[in-house]
C-alpha cells in the first residue's frame, strides 16, 4: 500500500520559518515528481512548489518564490519544504502529492494528473 505523510506543521509568528516533511512509503520514490499544495479556508487548493523526478529541478508559484524551497531525499523517500520569512496568508492546509512524470509543473497545476495524495498537516501563522 502506498502512504504519503506530511508532518512538521504548527503554529509560528509572521517572520518565523518551519520545515515541512513529507514521508512516502510503498513506491520507487525516485521515479516521482512530487508537488506541494495548501489551501486556506475559504480558499481553492493551489500547487506551490514541486521537483522533478531524475533531474530535481524545481518551479515554484510566484506567492512564494525566494521565500520557499523544496528539496527531496531519494535515499529517505522524503521530500521536504523549507518555509521563510512566513506570512499571515501562508496559513493552510498544506499536503504532498506525486506524479510519476514530468514535468512537475503538469501535477501543481493539473491535480488530477497526480497518482497519490497526503492527508495534510496545518501551518497557522498568528501574532
Known amino acids: 500500500q502506498v502512504q504519503l505523510v506530511e508532518s512538521g506543521g504548527g503554529s509560528v509568528q509572521p517572520g518565523g520559518s518551519l520545515r515541512l516533511s513529507c514521508a512516502a512509503s510503498?513506491?520507487?520514490?525516485?521515479?516521482?515528481?512530487i508537488g506541494w499544495f495548501r489551501q486556506a479556508p475559504g480558499k481553492q487548493r493551489v500547487g506551490i512548489a514541486c521537483?522533478?523526478?531524475?533531474?530535481?529541478?524545481?518551479d515554484y508559484a510566484d506567492s512564494v518564490k525566494g521565500r520557499f524551497a523544496i528539496s527531496r531525499d531519494d535515499g529517505k523517500s522524503t521530500a521536504f519544504l523549507q518555509m521563510n520569512n512566513l506570512e499571515a496568508e501562508d496559513t493552510a492546509v498544506y499536503t504532498c502529492?506525486?506524479?510519476?512524470?514530468?514535468?512537475?509543473?503538469?501535477?501543481?497545476?493539473?491535480?488530477?494528473?497526480?497518482?497519490?495524495w497526503g492527508r495534510g498537516t496545518q501551518v497557522t501563522i498568528s501574532s
Open positions: 502529492a506525486v506524479g510519476q512524470f514530468e514535468p512537475c509543473t503538469v501535477l501543481t497545476r493539473y491535480p488530477t494528473a497526480a497518482n497519490y
Open positions: 510503498g513506491l520507487r520514490f525516485g521515479e516521482y515528481s
Open positions: 521537483i522533478n523526478r531524475y533531474t530535481a529541478t524545481t
